[in-house]
C-alpha cells in the first residue's frame, strides 16, 4: 500500500498529459471527508455550549487567553478551519480542468503543486483531530438528562394528546388546548427563566383526563425515539464494523498526539 508522501509524489509527478479531471476527483473525495468532519466538530462545539459533550482538555492547557474559567473546544475549532480551506481548494482543479489549453500549460502545473498536496496535508491534520476527540470524548449524561427533561414535554405533546383522545377527549379541542399552553409554558421558560410548567397545566385541566402521574409516564425518552436505537445498532453491525474489520491492520498502528 502506497504511503501518504508515496501517494502525493505520485499524483504530483505521473504523466504531464493526464486529464486534469483527476485532480478534481482526487480533491473532492478529500472534500467530502472535511465535510464530513466539519459536520462532526460543529455538532461537538454545539454540544459543548450545552455543556453536553465535551473534546478532551490537557492539564496545563489554556482555554481562553482572556477568560480563565473557559474551556473552548480548540481541536474542533481546527477542524472546522483546516476543513473550510480543503472544502475551497476543490475550485482550483475544477477550474483547471475547464480551461486547460490542448495539452496542457504551466499554470495547470503551478496549481496543481499547491493545491493537491495542501488537500492531503490538511485532511491529514483534520483526522488527526478527529481521532484524538474521539478517543478522549467526554459525555455529561446528567446535563444530558437534565436539558431532555426540560424539553420532553414539549417533544411529547403528540403522545399526551393521543391518550387524552383514546380517554374520550374531543381532539381538535385539545389540540388547541395543547398549543395555547405550550406557548404560555415557553413563556414561562424563555422569558422569566422559570421551569417548564406543562405538565402541570395539562394535568389541571380536566379535559384531558390525565393525571400529572399519568403524564409523566408518557414522558419516558424510551418510548419517544422510535426505531433510533435499533438503527444505529444495524448501522454499526452493518456498516461500520466490517470496514473496521476490514482495516484493522492499519488502526492498530495509529497513535495520535495533539499539541494545543
Given amino acids: ?46 454540544l ?98 437534565t436539558n431532555m427533561m426540560q424539553e420532553l414535554p414539549f417533544m411529547a405533546t403528540e403522545e399526551i394528546l393521543m391518550n387524552a383522545v383514546l380517554k374520550g377527549g374531543d381532539r381538535q379541542e385539545l389540540h388547541e388546548k395543547i398549543r395555547v399552553y405550550s406557548m404560555e409554558a415557553g413563556k414561562q421558560v424563555k422569558e422569566l427563566g422559570k421551569p417548564n410548567d406543562l405538565v402541570e397545566r395539562i394535568s389541571a385541566d380536566e379535559t384531558f383526563g390525565l393525571t400529572k402521574e399519568e403524564i409523566m409516564q408518557l414522558l419516558n425518552p424510551a418510548h419517544l425515539c422510535g426505531r433510533a436505537p435499533k438503527q444505529v445498532e444495524d448501522f454499526i453491525e452493518e456498516r461500520v464494523n466490517p470496514v473496521l474489520e476490514k482495516y484493522s491492520n492499519l488502526l492498530q498502528d495509529i497513535s495520535v498526539e495533539v499539541n494545543v
Avoid at 483527476?22 to 478529500?30: K, T, Y
Wanted: glycine share 2%.
Fill in 48 to 145: 459543548q455550549h450545552e455543556k453536553e459533550l465535551e473534546e478532551p482538555f490537557e492539564k496545563g492547557q489554556i482555554g481562553s487567553s482572556a477568560m480563565a474559567y473557559k474551556r473552548n473546544p480548540m481541536r474542533s475549532e481546527r477542524i472546522n478551519s483546516l476543513a473550510r480551506h480543503v472544502m475551497t481548494l476543490t475550485i482550483d482543479p475544477t477550474i483547471t480542468a475547464a480551461t486547460q489549453w490542448l495539452e496542457r500549460t504551466l499554470d495547470d502545473s503551478a496549481n496543481k503543486r499547491i493545491c493537491v498536496p495542501e488537500s492531503f496535508l490538511a485532511v491529514d491534520a483534520i483526522l488527526i483531530l478527529y481521532a484524538n476527540i474521539s478517543k478522549n470524548i467526554v459525555v455529561y449524561e446528567n446535563v444530558i438528562k
Fill in 1 to 46: 500500500m502506497l504511503k501518504k508522501w508515496d501517494l502525493i509524489k505520485y499524483i504530483l509527478y505521473r504523466g504531464q498529459t493526464y486529464t486534469r479531471k483527476l485532480d478534481s476527483r482526487v480533491l473532492s473525495v478529500l472534500s467530502q471527508i472535511a465535510q464530513s468532519a466539519s459536520k462532526f466538530a460543529n455538532d461537538m462545539r454545539l
